[in-house]
């Protein structure tokens, strides 16, 4: 078992967008997560990835508990691990696209479990149609080419699982596949992916589909 929730409740003050959930993330698994703005698609992403603290029940990774581990090592371990893209754009702003890249590698190498992605910068940058781009910093880039270098961030690093916060936003029809043909091809190399996505055929893509629902997961109408 790569990554599991069990009973997971996240409540904040007025609201409750996760509660009493139970996930279990395999090894290669490939989960999409729909379900309405504000259902706590989100949160369900942060918790997974140590992010968020839930407010009750407990969140492992590789068979550890969360809560066995101090904010450090949770660091280490997301840095080693686990790839998220967020639907905000997080890039280090005074860096270059390929120093962005770079950076990531070699906070990965320090975390001493991460192997970078055999592919390369260069394949990298090529495939996500950044090779032109490769010495812009952001604040030159668009929208979709800011999406598309924090996806080549994360690929860069090779992380077992990836979390995948609406991953094709800003991105135009012809990227919006490109990505997804990319996480086709992750899953292919025994990648464990979360997508969360409103479009119903990216969802459809996924071996295992769900819907955030009333703060559980609803898999053909059964809650898990």
Request: hydrophobic share 35%; glycine share 8%.
């Amino acid at each position: 078992m790569l990554c599991r929730l069990q009973n997971v409740t996240k409540a904040y003050e007025d609201i409750t967008p996760i509660e009493d959930l139970d996930l279990s993330v395999e090894e290669q698994d490939y989960i999409s997560v729909s379900g309405e703005s504000g259902a706590g698609k989100s949160t369900l992403l942060l918790l997974a990835g140590g992010m968020l603290t839930p407010s009750r029940g407990e969140i492992f990774f590789d068979g550890r508990p969360y809560s066995a581990m101090n904010d450090n090592q949770i660091s280490v371990m997301r840095s080693a691990h686990i790839g998220y893209i967020s639907q905000s754009i997080q890039l280090l702003q005074a860096l270059t696209v390929e120093e962005n890249i770079r950076f990531a590698q070699q906070v990965c190498r320090r975390s001493g479990f991460a192997n970078t992605n055999p592919a390369g910068v260069e394949e990298i940058l090529a495939r996500l149609g950044l090779t032109e781009k490769r010495d812009h910093l952001p604040r030159y880039l668009s929208g979709g080419q800011k999406r598309r270098a924090m996806i080549a961030v994360t690929w860069a690093r090779n992380p077992r699982l990836y979390l995948l916060d609406e991953p094709t936003n800003d991105l135009d029809e012809y990227w919006a596949e490109q990505v997804m043909e990319l996480c086709t091809d992750l899953h292919a190399s025994g990648k464990a992916l979360i997508l969360v996505t409103h479009n119903p055929q990216y969802a459809q893509r996924a071996e295992k589909r769900y819907r955030l629902q009333g703060g559980k997961l609803v898999e053909d109408g059964r809650a898990l």
